[in-house]
Structure formats: C-alpha cells, structure tokens
C-alpha cells in the first residue's frame, strides 16, 4: 500500500523544516511530533502533536495513525559520551512504538561525513552513536530508508555577525546541497512501495571545498557584506580541553576538513531526482 501519513520527528530543526514542507507540498498527511509546538505552528502540517522522545506515552499519542515515520535527529554539542542520544536512545523508544503501531515505513537522515571515523586515527564518540543509528534501524524489523547526506547549504545561515568562520582549511570537494531539495528526494522515497531497506547518498550539483563554497555565498548574498575568517583548528581544539561544545565543534570541522568525500549520489538522481538549487541562486535568498 502507498505510504500517505507521515510523521516527523525533528520537524522544526533547520534541516528538518524543508524537508516537512516538501513532503506536505507532495500532498503527504504529515503530523509534527515536537517537544514545543509553538515551534511547528508555521509548517501548516495536518496536526502537531507534543512529544518528547523519551517519554513513550506521548510518542505513542503522536505516532498513532502514522503509516511512516521521518526522523531528523543529530548528536547536539552539549551531549556526553555516555549519553542519553536521541539517535541511539531516542531511537529505541521509536522502533518500540512503531513496532506496536505497525508503522510501515521508518526514515532517517545520516550522514556521509561519519564514513571519516577511523580514518587516519580519527576516532570520535559521535561518529560511533550515528553507525548504531543507522545498524538500530536497519534491525528494527521495520523497512528502512536512510539517507546519508553531503553538508547543506543551511549551514552558511550559522554565522557570526557579517563573519562567516572557517576554522583550518577543507582539503576536499564536498557537494553540498538545499535543503529543500533533499525535501524533494525524501517525497519521491516515500513512494516507493514495498518492504525492503533502502539508503541513498545525499548530494548537490556543484564540488566546493568550504572555503570555495563560502566565497561563492558572500559574492551572492545581498542583504550584508560578508568576510571569510580562517582561525586555527588547533586553537578550537585547545578550547575544547575545557569546553564541550568547542571540542565537539573541533571535531565535526576536523571531520569536514579531512574527509576525502567523492560523488556517489548518481543512483540517487537517477530514483530521486537530480537537485536543481546552485549555492549561488540559494544565497540570493538565504536568511
């Protein structure tokens, strides 16, 4: 049977809230699970439901009726390694619910980034929660979808006043992507029929190394000047001694500056569609 409701775990996330609206715009009957539902107030789902992932009884409240279940969650700079996660935990208490449910269908966006653990010694505890996300999911006993994406473009909406900061310099292309026209692959997925598991890489239409990338934005973004900054990594990483949240930063742009990424999404354009949005034209009306 077609998949036709959705629900969405991590809606209101930046990378979540595309992803939402494209699924709605394909005619999907999308429920909003969100701890706050103020937040979601503005997605025009079909229904917001409150949540919280690790609190069973309100997960089964918003979960009920879902033939599928999205799910856009991420290791957060405060978290430690011993955790709770919602990409491990969380995720347990999902698989749980959905197994009652018998919900058809469970997505996830990953990342191809995490592929870098072990890679020249680098060895760190977030990459490891991802790798059992993605293991959790494919033996839920549920079909699966996981899509392993590229970095998006919503990243560059994170910056520091008129600086946009690039700790060390990336080594390598990487294809970053909109991120609503991930929103438009994962509406495509969705109709797919069957029970199999299914995983496609994520990426957009242009190579840039972060700093090519980040010279393209500030040449298109027209609301401000913008200024490019290259601090040391080393300097980051020293911070992260006494900071969590600089030692997490350290590690994920250590990550993103080393990772020998390659295209491999031609199969993915081929099923899912071939992204459209350059990062010059998403510049011109980047927040």
């Given at each position: 049977?077609?998949?036709?409701?959705?629900?969405?775990?991590?809606?209101?996330?930046?990378?979540?809230?595309?992803?939402?609206?494209?699924?709605?715009?394909?005619?999907?009957?999308?429920?909003?699970?969100?701890?706050?539902?103020?937040?979601?107030?503005?997605?025009?789902?079909?229904s917001v439901v409150e949540a919280d992932l690790f609190d069973v009884p309100s997960l089964r409240k918003a979960?009920?009726?879902?033939?599928?279940?999205?799910?856009?969650?991420?290791?957060?700079?405060?978290?430690?390694?011993?955790?709770?996660?919602?990409?491990?935990?969380?995720?347990?208490?999902?698989?749980?619910?959905?197994?009652?449910?018998?919900?058809?269908?469970?997505?996830?966006?990953?990342?191809?980034?995490?592929?870098?653990?072990?890679?020249?010694?680098?060895?760190?505890?977030?990459?490891?929660?991802?790798?059992?996300?993605?293991?959790?999911?494919?033996?839920?006993?549920?079909?699966?979808?996981?899509?392993?994406?590229?970095?998006?473009?919503?990243?560059?909406?994170?910056?520091?006043?008129?600086?946009?900061?690039?700790?060390?310099?990336?080594?390598?292309?990487?294809?970053?992507?909109?991120?609503?026209?991930?929103?438009?692959?994962?509406?495509?997925?969705?109709?797919?029929?069957?029970?199999?598991?299914?995983?496609?890489?994520?990426?957009?239409?242009?190579?840039?190394?972060?700093?090519?990338?980040?010279?393209?934005?500030?040449?298109?973004?027209?609301?401000?000047?913008?200024?490019?900054?290259?601090p040391p990594l080393l300097a980051l990483k020293a911070a992260g001694i006494v900071s969590r949240r600089y030692?997490?930063?350290?590690?994920?742009?250590?990550?993103?500056?080393?990772?020998?990424?390659?295209?491999?999404?031609?199969?993915?354009?081929?099923?899912?569609?071939?992204?459209?949005?350059?990062?010059?034209?998403?510049?011109?009306?980047?927040?």
């Amino acid at each position: 049977m077609p998949i036709r409701r959705i629900a969405i775990i991590g809606a209101t996330g930046t990378l979540g809230r595309p992803v939402t609206r494209e699924l709605i715009r394909a005619g999907y009957e999308v429920t909003v699970a969100a701890r706050d539902p103020i937040k979601a107030a503005d997605l025009d789902a079909a229904s917001v439901v409150e949540a919280d992932l690790f609190d069973v009884p309100s997960l089964r409240k918003a979960l009920r009726g879902a033939e599928a279940i999205y799910l856009n969650l991420s290791v957060t700079p405060d978290e430690r390694p011993s955790g709770p996660h919602a990409e491990t935990h969380g995720l347990r208490r999902v698989i749980e619910v959905a197994r009652e449910m018998r919900v058809q269908r469970l997505a996830m966006l990953s990342s191809l980034v995490m592929s870098y653990q072990g890679h020249d010694g680098f060895d760190w505890w977030a990459f490891d929660v991802k790798h059992q996300a993605v293991r959790l999911l494919r033996e839920s006993g549920i079909a699966s979808m996981i899509f392993f994406a590229s970095s998006f473009f919503e990243n560059f909406n994170d910056r520091h006043g008129k600086k946009i900061v690039l700790p060390g310099r990336s080594k390598h292309p990487m294809w970053l992507i909109a991120g609503s026209d991930y929103g438009k692959q994962v509406a495509r997925a969705f109709a797919f029929e069957g029970d199999q598991h299914r995983s496609w890489p994520v990426q957009g239409p242009e190579p840039f190394t972060y700093d090519e990338a980040a010279r393209v934005f500030a040449a298109n973004y027209p609301k401000e000047q913008l200024t490019i900054t290259h601090p040391p990594l080393l300097a980051l990483k020293a911070a992260g001694i006494v900071s969590r949240r600089y030692r997490y930063f350290g590690n994920i742009v250590e990550a993103l500056n080393e990772y020998p990424e390659q295209f491999v999404s031609q199969k993915t354009w081929d099923e899912l569609g071939k992204p459209e949005t350059t990062l010059a034209e998403w510049a011109k009306t980047a927040p």
